[in-house]
C-alpha cells in the first residue's frame, strides 16, 4: 500500500508544487509545497493503514529519480537530499505519531522539518 500511495502522492505533488511555481513563484519551495507533500504522504498512509515511515522514503525516492533525470550539475546531490530529507520527515513524522498518537500533531511536525530543510536548501545554493 505505501507503494502505491507514494507513487500516487508524488505524482499530486509534482502537478500542484509546478502550478504552484508558476503562480506563486520561487517562494513556493518555502510556503506551501512541504505542507502539500507532507499532508499527500502521511494522512492517505495513516488513514490506509501503510506504513507511514515507508510511505515518506518511497516518495523521497521516487522525488530522487526525478532529480536525476532533471539533470543539471547538482542532480546527484538533488537526488541524496530528496532521499535523505523525506527519510529524515517520515521518520520524525512516525516518532512523533507513535509517541502522541495524534497524526495532526505528527503532520505538524514533518511540515516544520521540510519548511527549515527547504529553506536551507533554497540558502545554501
Not at 550539475?73 to 509517541?99: E, K, P
Not at 497524526?103 to 545554493?125: D, F, P, S, Y
Request: hydrophobic share 60%.
Amino acid at each position: 500500500m505505501a507503494y502505491v500511495i507514494a507513487g500516487l502522492m508524488a505524482g499530486l505533488s509534482f502537478l500542484l508544487n509546478k502550478a504552484l511555481l508558476k503562480l506563486v513563484g520561487i517562494k513556493t519551495v518555502i510556503t506551501y509545497s512541504p505542507a502539500i507533500e507532507e499532508s499527500a504522504k502521511t494522512l492517505p498512509a495513516f488513514y490506509l493503514g501503510a506504513d507511514v515511515l515507508a510511505t515518506h522514503v518511497l516518495f523521497g525516492l521516487i522525488e530522487a529519480v526525478y532529480d536525476l533525470m532533471a539533470g543539471g550539475t547538482n542532480r546527484y546531490r538533488a537526488a541524496g537530499c530528496s532521499i535523505a530529507g523525506h527519510a529524515l520527515f517520515g521518520l520524525l513524522t512516525a516518532m512523533l505519531l507513535f509517541l502522541s498518537g495524534n497524526v495532526w500533531l505528527a503532520l505538524l511536525g514533518g511540515i516544520a522539518a521540510h519548511l527549515i530543510w527547504n529553506a536551507q536548501m533554497v540558502r545554501r545554493v
